[in-house]
Structure formats: structure tokens, C-alpha cells
């Protein structure tokens, strides 16, 4: 039976509930290298990543148990062990290192509002 894209539906924004819309923003904003949209300001209580469709939204409770859903990044132009020490500088803290002595692996990372994500290999490391 042929699909009729228009009874389809798509994913238009990832959603990620925190304390600081446009603060949690401007840090992903950072380690992706992607501009917030031009009508974000500070204080804002929605703020988008353009590019990623990253939606940030302020809610009034905080986090309190794991991610049910998290990013995995695999970086484009830098080793893995370079952009965890990038985004290490950026505020993220290092929660579980599962990087291998053999370069196989990954790091798992928490956002400054504790959303966990992890960083793979680059397709470099990977040989792809």
C-alpha cells in the first residue's frame, strides 16, 4: 500500500523542558555551533536552536530522575576526546566515562541543567 505523505506526521521540534529557557538554550546553542532563532532574548520562556529543532521551554519544576530520551553526538571535525573537553569547558560535568582504552566508547555528559546526553566517536574514529 503506497504511503500518502500527507497523513504522515514528522517531528518538528525536540521539546526539553528546564529551569532557564534561554540560558540552557545558549549552551546548546554553543556546542552544536547553531544560532538561536532572532527573536530570542533573555529571560525568554521558549527559546529555539535554529538548524536543530531544539525547543527549549521553561517549566516551574526541576529535573529529578533520569532522561527517558537523550542526544547522542557524534562530533564533525575534532576527535571525541577533543569535544568532550570542549563541551567540558562550555559547563557540561562529565557523569559516566564509558570510553574504552581501545578508542571504542563514549562519555556520558549532563547539560548545566543536568539532562544527560552522551558523545560518540567522530566518523573519523569510527572509519566510516
Known amino acids: 500500500m503506497p504511503k500518502n505523505p500527507r497523513t504522515t506526521s514528522r517531528i518538528r521540534h525536540t521539546t526539553i523542558d528546564c ?3 534561554y540560558e540552557l538554550a545558549s549552551f546548546w546553542s554553543q556546542v552544536l555551533d547553531l544560532p ?3 527573536d530570542d532574548k533573555p529571560g525568554d520562556a521558549e527559546a ?4 536543530a529543532g531544539l ?4 517549566v516551574p519544576e526541576t529535573k529529578t530522575v533520569k ?9 564533525q571535525d575534532r576527535t ?5 573537553d570542549r563541551i567540558l569547558a562550555l559547563g557540561a560535568t562529565l557523569l559516566d566515562d564509558r570510553r574504552n ?3 571504542t566508547g563514549w562519555a556520558v555528559l549532563a547539560d548545566p541543567e ?10 573519523a574514529e569510527r572509519g566510516d
Open 80 to 84: 571525541r576526546d577533543e569535544e568532550v
Open 101 to 103: 582504552p581501545d578508542g
Open 48 to 51: 529555539l536552536i535554529e538548524g
Open 67 to 75: 532522561n527517558r530520551v537523550h542526544l547522542d553526538l557524534q562530533p
Open 36 to 38: 538561536m532563532h532572532e
Open 19 to 21: 529551569t532557564h529557557a
Open 114 to 123: 543536568g539532562n544527560e546526553f552522551c558523545v560518540e566517536r567522530s566518523a
Open 55 to 58: 525547543l527549549f521551554i521553561t
